[in-house]
């Protein structure tokens, strides 16, 4: 898995090297509220803005598994609080063996 992490890492480096050598002439870049024109090489203009893709996808992908993470941290609070009730009233937190469902206990989701 490295090595495949690794090749792709070294392809995308080397196209980001050849998109940078085929546009090296100026442009002006104008931001919104500002009126001077930046010159700046084209090729930054694209790798940054890719750049700016990048960590927008990042930064929503986060949010998105924000709610499961913040669930499943309640969900094992719970247990915790749970597993003490069991313990104060003297009863085993876990079911002895012979009474425990086979399998591992999941259910398949993908199904």
């Given amino acids: 898995m490295s ?3 690794g090749l792709l ?3 995308i480096a080397a196209a980001a090297v050849l ?3 085929a546009n090296m002439e100026s442009v002006a870049v104008r931001l919104a509220p500002f009126q001077t024109p930046l010159e700046v090489p084209l090729f930054l203009v694209g790798l940054i803005g890719a750049l700016a893709g990048f960590v927008a996808g990042v930064l929503l992908m986060w949010l998105r ?4 993470r913040l669930k499943a941290r309640k969900q094992e609070r719970r247990i915790e609080a749970l597993e003490k009730n069991l313990e104060a009233a003297g009863l085993p937190a876990t079911l002895p063996a012979q009474s425990r ?3 591992d206990g999941r259910t398949d989701l993908a199904a």
Avoid: C, D, E, H
């Fill in 19 to 21: 998109f940078a050598v």
């Fill in 3 to 5: 090595l495949i992490r």
């Fill in 9 to 11: 890492s070294l392809v």
């Fill in 65 to 68: 598994a924000l709610g499961p």
């Fill in 101 to 103: 469902p086979k399998g």
